[in-house]
């Protein structure tokens, strides 16, 4: 919950001016598969635009990647 709203600021703004996006976030996943036992992991989320010859946004493209051992590190 407490990643909602920095992470929906950072997808508006890329929405709006078609920049990259990359944001670490935490996701809830299923009890017990993280150290602590939260229910929560790390992650980076990274997404770019695909555009069109006149520049118009056609898709989105991204990856997430679990760095959650990294931050807790």
Known sequence: ???RAPF???WTLALE???PLEIDLR???AEGR???GDGYRWFRRR???HRAGDGGI???YGTDEDI???HLA
Do not use: C, K, N, V
């Open 1 to 3: 919950p407490d990643d």
């Open 8 to 10: 929906a600021a950072a």
């Open 17 to 19: 001016s078609g920049t």
């Open 27 to 29: 996701r809830r996943i």
């Open 34 to 36: 993280t150290r602590g």
């Open 47 to 49: 997404a770019s635009a």
């Open 58 to 60: 056609l898709h989105w």
């Open 68 to 70: 959650h051992e990294r």
